[in-house]
């Protein structure tokens, strides 16, 4: 039998102290806003279902960064079916670092680099 000064039990009450935390945030949130918990539900959802896709919104992109003026996409290793996707995705990435491309821009390269027959 477990006593109150065991780790393991300290641990499992902290964890339910937190829970109980943020169990009373997210009622708090929706009482504030109902919106807003069903878009963080959205999200999730969508986050994680292992078989969706979701595109990022346009107005994630930071419209400050830009591309280097001498920027051509010929330069990128492209994809076809019979390459490895997981060797194609890292030879993306090191093309881009070595332009100093910054990663927030990758995900509006990235189709550049694949195959028209993809």
Do not use: W
Request: charged letters at 25%.
């Amino acid at each position: 039998m477990a006593t109150q000064t065991d780790p393991m039990s300290q641990s499992l009450s902290k964890l339910n102290e937190m829970f109980e935390s943020l169990n009373n945030r997210i009622s708090a949130l929706e009482k504030a806003n109902p919106n807003k918990v069903k878009y963080f539900e959205t999200m999730v959802h969508r986050l994680t279902d292992p078989h969706s896709y979701h595109e990022s919104l346009e107005c994630d992109l930071d419209l400050t960064i830009q591309l280097p003026e001498k920027f051509s996409a010929s330069d990128l290793p492209m994809f076809k079916p019979t390459d490895d996707p997981r060797s194609h995705l890292k030879g993306f990435r090191a093309t881009m670092s070595i332009k100093g491309i910054d990663s927030a821009l990758y995900p509006k390269i990235f189709p550049l680099s694949l195959d028209l027959v993809c």
